[in-house]
């Protein structure tokens, strides 16, 4: 059934009440830690709006967002029942609206669907829409919804990375007030761990500089915190460090000021190399590779070493980030090694230094590959741990959790793209027909959703649908969902919107894990040039998941819309999304018809569908050059802005190019990680893409006219070249979308089927 108010918003016309006061501090499983019981909703009521206070945090959010409306929301704070959920309530009349809510960021997820399903706006992380009147109209009714699971949480371990290292308070403040408007609770916060092991391991026999040379680059900190490598590209400043930490205690802040989690990491047993020798008795586990990486050392969690180890990683990271009562810790994360240590007994010593530091904390683990083992989690207290499920919609044998995780809490979780691939769409029927069969079953431990994409900031309608997963009950109707997102994310019904939009939820949203895969297939513009390529990105889809020709038809549907709904960011951000999709499955129907004309030996043809390639291209790249958030350009001098001086920002704008092309150093892109994150932005393919393409047809060309073997061309070489010397990049958009995207209709019209 459609998201709208008498259905989609259950559940508390009977109950009434709120207490005037900001709630404090609440642990994972949603009890007050005061005692208290919610008591009726009354007249007596009272706003909250102390500035600078948890109070304000929902109007100052409010201000934010909508600076020419924020003055006529009222945000009041409701005490959570004993055992019962968040909940919201809005009300009020034209000009003056009540949002009531449990924290500050509920209610801003009462706002949001107030702005929904009453004045048509629409706010995420990949543009909005705030047409709205000069003064807000009133809900026909009261809008009320309650969580229907305690654990919302959000980001993937490798966000930091993929989304983007060098972000600043600007851009964390207002992902944060999104993440909230979407009814998050639990963020994960991995910004200003190097700090964390930077201090604790100067208590261990380490220096400063050793220490800044074991840490890597920021864009690649994620992976080092996972136990999967270190000490790439080049050794960090104590500058960046410091400054690294200071935002991640103005996030942890903001989280707490919200009422939200800010999800830290744990200590698992990560040590610099020869901890062993220089702390006697102590004793490590070497760990292998990893993907052409040598991975740091395991200390062995049964021991004393390790116990005070913890004690003061948790003690340094109270001090630079504050107290938590959720962390998360990976043992063994993909393909690390136990050696002779049990599993279990490695997981009750993690368990025991989490206990100690912070009694009652809930272990953050993920779900991924065989992971967790059942071995650790019949090993701890199980009332403890949750498991942030990242495979729920990828695997068709995966049915049952409980058995799987021996009756662990665990969160329905989706990944809808690795390393940040432009790709569209989602695996949504999934969604719909599992979570809540998961959440209702006789025995579910299904508590709460994991939205995990590697990258955030993509794919707004998956976004928002996945969003209220929690905050609904009964049978989810995706047509009606998608027609009511078509409205809300433009300001008004409009025929070819909700034309467009059916065409996207029958295809880049249309589609199963039955195939056992939870992203699209990444397009070849990006792939490292072979004529028999099938991905770019060597763990990806080796074919589409769904017809491009299918898809096609949503471009000129958006192109149709009516002029007044053309003007907000929202529909910018979708015509370029859907317009750069049809450019980039074209690149699958093209690229088979080069090699056919090539193996042939029809040199005009192969010279036709060539030029046809890099033109496509050049025209994806002038799309994506239209938008600041596909600016490659913008991406490194995000980077560079952390620098102190000339030389530092040369190595950070290197960490922030590697992570996107070769990854790591020859020995990792040639095990794979080489194009991982690719991604179609200004920059990139109209850069180092059309630059190994247009040298590859060259290559073939000359084969083609000698009669030869085409010649092998180092690939590496080119690539590092490239991102040492990437030539000016471009950091504000240029063109106007809309004509571009029409050009990109009008081509691929053309085009057709050569």
């Given at each position: 059934m459609p998201l709208h108010r008498r259905t989609f918003l259950t559940g508390l016309a009977g109950t009434a009440g709120v207490a005037a006061v900001a709630c404090s501090g609440t642990p994972a499983d949603g009890t007050p830690?005061?005692?208290?019981?919610?008591?009726?909703?009354?007249?007596?009521?009272?706003?909250?709006?102390?500035?600078?206070?948890?109070?304000?945090a929902a109007s100052e959010a409010a201000r934010r967002l909508l600076p020419r409306h924020w003055d006529q929301l009222t945000f009041r704070t409701a005490r959570r029942e004993r055992g019962a959920g968040d909940f919201f309530r809005v009300d009020g009349r034209h000009g003056h609206i009540n949002v009531t809510g449990t924290t500050p960021a509920v209610q801003l997820t009462g706002l949001r669907h107030y702005l929904k399903h009453t004045a048509h706006a629409n706010i995420t992380w990949a543009g909005s829409q705030t047409d709205l009147p000069d003064r807000l109209p009133a809900p026909a009714e009261p809008l009320t919804a309650r969580a229907n699971a305690p654990h919302r949480f959000v980001l993937n371990d490798t966000n930091d990375g993929y989304t983007g290292a060098y972000h600043d308070w600007d851009y964390w403040e207002h992902e944060l007030d999104v993440l909230?408007?979407?009814?998050?609770?639990?963020?994960?916060?991995?910004?200003?761990?190097?700090?964390?092991?930077?201090?604790?391991?100067?208590?261990?026999?380490?220096?400063?500089?050793?220490?800044?040379?074991?840490?890597?680059?920021?864009?690649?900190?994620?992976?080092?915190?996972?136990?999967?490598?270190?000490?790439?590209?080049?050794?960090?400043?104590?500058?960046?460090?410091?400054?690294?930490?200071?935002?991640?205690?103005?996030?942890?802040?903001r989280l707490r000021?919200?009422?939200?989690?800010?999800?830290?990491?744990?200590?698992?047993?990560?040590?610099?190399?020869?901890?062993?020798?220089?702390?006697?008795?102590?004793?490590?586990?070497?760990?292998?590779?990893?993907?052409?990486?040598?991975?740091p050392d395991w200390l062995d969690p049964r021991t004393g070493h390790f116990a005070r180890v913890a004690a003061a990683f948790y003690r340094v990271q109270d001090e630079l980030s504050g107290p938590s009562t959720m962390y998360k810790m990976d043992l063994l994360h993909e393909g690390g090694k136990p050696g002779d240590v049990p599993v279990a007994d490695a997981a009750k010593g993690v368990e025991k230094a989490l206990r100690t530091a912070h009694p009652g904390a809930v272990w953050v683990i993920l779900g991924w590959q065989r992971n967790p083992p059942k071995a650790l989690t019949?090993?701890?207290?199980?009332?403890?741990?949750?498991?942030?499920?990242?495979?729920?919609?990828?695997?068709?044998?995966?049915?049952?959790?409980?058995?799987?995780?021996?009756?662990?809490?665990?969160?329905?979780?989706?990944?809808?793209?690795f390393g940040g691939h432009t790709t569209l769409g989602a695996n949504t029927p999934d969604w719909a027909a599992l979570y809540e069969k998961w959440r209702t079953k006789e025995g579910s431990t299904l508590s709460g959703i994991s939205l995990m994409p590697e990258a955030a900031d993509n794919n707004p309608a998956a976004f928002e649908l996945f969003s209220e997963l929690a905050w609904r009950t009964g049978?989810?109707?995706?047509?009606?969902?998608?027609?009511?997102?078509?409205?809300?994310?433009?300001?008004?019904?409009?025929?070819?919107?909700?034309?467009?939009?059916?065409?996207?939820?029958?295809?880049?949203?249309?589609?199963?894990?039955?195939?056992?895969?939870?992203?699209?297939?990444?397009?070849?513009?990006?792939?490292?040039?072979?004529?028999?390529?099938?991905?770019?990105?060597s763990w990806s889809p080796r074919k589409m998941r769904y017809e491009p020709a299918d898809f096609e038809p949503a471009l000129g549907e958006l192109l149709a819309v009516r002029r007044g709904l053309r003007h907000s960011s929202a529909y910018r951000r979708d015509l370029l999304d859907v317009a750069r999709q049809a450019l980039s499955n074209r690149s699958r129907v093209l690229l088979p018809r080069v090699k056919e004309a090539y193996d042939a030996g029809d040199t005009a043809r192969f010279e036709?569908?060539?030029?046809?390639?890099?033109?496509?291209?050049?025209?994806?790249?002038?799309?994506?050059?239209?938008?600041?958030?596909?600016?490659?350009?913008?991406?490194?001098?995000?980077?560079?802005?952390?620098?102190?001086?000339?030389?530092?920002?040369?190595?950070?704008?290197?960490?922030?190019?590697?992570?996107?092309?070769?990854?790591?150093?020859?020995?990792?892109?040639?095990?794979?990680?080489?194009?991982?994150?690719?991604?179609?932005?200004?920059?990139?393919?109209?850069?180092?893409?059309?630059?190994?393409?247009?040298?590859?047809?060259?290559?073939?060309?000359?084969?083609?006219?000698?009669?030869?073997?085409?010649?092998?061309?180092?690939?590496?070489?080119?690539?590092?070249?490239?991102?040492?010397?990437?030539?000016?990049?471009?950091?504000?958009?240029?063109?106007?979308?809309?004509?571009?995207?029409?050009?990109?209709?009008?081509?691929?019209?053309?085009?057709?089927?050569d």
């Open positions: 830690t005061d005692g208290t019981t919610a008591g009726a909703l009354t007249d007596r009521a009272t706003a909250d709006g102390a500035p600078g206070s948890r109070r304000a909230a408007l979407h009814g998050y609770n639990e963020v994960l916060v991995y910004i200003g761990a190097d700090a964390v092991y930077h201090r604790v391991f100067q208590e261990f026999g380490y220096g400063d500089e050793e220490l800044r040379s074991w840490v890597p680059g920021p864009a690649h900190q994620p992976w080092w915190l996972l136990q999967n490598m270190s000490s790439f590209p080049h050794p960090v400043s104590r500058q960046l460090i410091d400054a690294r930490a200071r935002l991640g205690r103005r996030i942890c802040d000021e919200l009422g939200m989690t800010p999800v830290l990491p744990g200590y698992f047993g990560t040590v610099p190399p020869g901890f062993a020798a220089r702390n006697p008795g102590a004793r490590t586990v070497p760990q292998g590779d990893w993907v052409g990486f040598a991975r019949d090993a701890v207290d199980k009332k403890r741990m949750l498991v942030v499920d990242g495979i729920s919609d990828r695997f068709p044998n995966i049915t049952d959790r409980e058995a799987d995780w021996g009756a662990t809490p665990y969160t329905f979780g989706s990944i809808w793209n049978d989810l109707d995706l047509e009606a969902w998608f027609a009511d997102w078509s409205t809300s994310r433009y300001g008004a019904a409009d025929p070819h919107a909700a034309a467009a939009w059916d065409t996207l939820r029958r295809t880049a949203y249309g589609t199963t894990r039955a195939d056992r895969w939870a992203e699209g297939a990444d397009g070849l513009f990006g792939a490292r040039p072979d004529l028999a390529a099938k991905s770019a990105a036709r569908l060539t030029r046809v390639w890099l033109e496509l291209m050049d025209l994806l790249d002038r799309l994506v050059a239209t938008d600041s958030r596909h600016l490659l350009g913008r991406w490194v001098a995000d980077a560079r802005a952390w620098g102190a001086d000339e030389r530092e920002r040369d190595r950070l704008a290197y960490d922030q190019l590697s992570l996107l092309t070769v990854w790591g150093p020859r020995s990792g892109a040639d095990a794979g990680l080489r194009d991982y994150a690719n991604r179609e932005w200004a920059g990139l393919v109209g850069g180092l893409y059309r630059l190994r393409w247009e040298r590859y047809f060259e290559e073939l060309r000359d084969a083609l006219a000698a009669g030869r073997t085409p010649r092998e061309i180092d690939w590496f070489a080119v690539e590092d070249q490239w991102i040492r010397d990437p030539g000016r990049l471009a950091t504000r958009p240029t063109g106007d979308t809309y004509d571009i995207a029409e050009r990109v209709h009008a081509r691929l019209t053309a085009t057709g089927r």
